[in-house]
């Protein structure tokens, strides 16, 4: 069984994904406590499904694009089936993974979109940096939450050591919600001349920053 906070369908607000509909399958519980969480409802709760319960759910949507979220999704080790049920049903399968929880075991059909932690976030010392070397330059994409200037200089590091331009189909850098100003963001990144792609939580702007389950 999996813990299950919600499963919906909606518009993905993020990744090179951002605005496809997309069926959501977020599940309970996270071992990270970022400081900038817009997903603390996610941390206690839930409910248990079966995987089979989950798949019946997700079919009565019909859309082909889905995503296994959280809270921390590879947390719960009964994710990687669903993730390989869902890849077997030839679901394109989106994993937002924190970072945190290796991703050796994810069905190698998903597509990973890796948070890599930043300063701000509280909880930096916790990358898994051996993520970083499965990344699929044609499939995963890679995420910077930048809430400082600090983390900026952060994320320009780690893109270079890592070399992430080359390994990743994207490098998604993401302003923490109401923390940084927006077009001073947009400059360090036109300045920095990185193949990297700014991008606002598309949900946020149209249902509003609190609201659970779109
Ligand atoms: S990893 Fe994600 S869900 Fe967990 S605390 Fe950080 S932002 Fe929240």
Known sequence: MLRVTEIFHSIQGESTHAGRPCTFVRLTGCPMRCTWCDSE???TGGDHFSIEQILQKVRG????????TGGEPL????????????????????IETGGYVSTTDVDERARVILDIKCPASGEAERNDWSNLGRL????DEVKFVIADAS?????KEIIEQYEL?????????????GLIDLQELAKWITESGLNVRMQLHLHKYIWGPDVQGV
């Open 75 to 94: 947390a719960q080790r009964e994710a990687f089936e669903l993730i390989r049920q869902l890849c077997d049903e030839e679901y394109e399968v989106l």
């Open 165 to 177: 331009e080359k390994r990743t189909n994207a490098i998604l850098i993401s302003p923490a919600w």
């Open 136 to 139: 699929r330059a044609d499939q």
């Open 151 to 155: 983390d900026w200089e952060f994320a």
């Open 41 to 43: 409802y996610t941390f």
């Open 61 to 68: 949507f019909g859309c082909r694009l889905v995503e296994v």
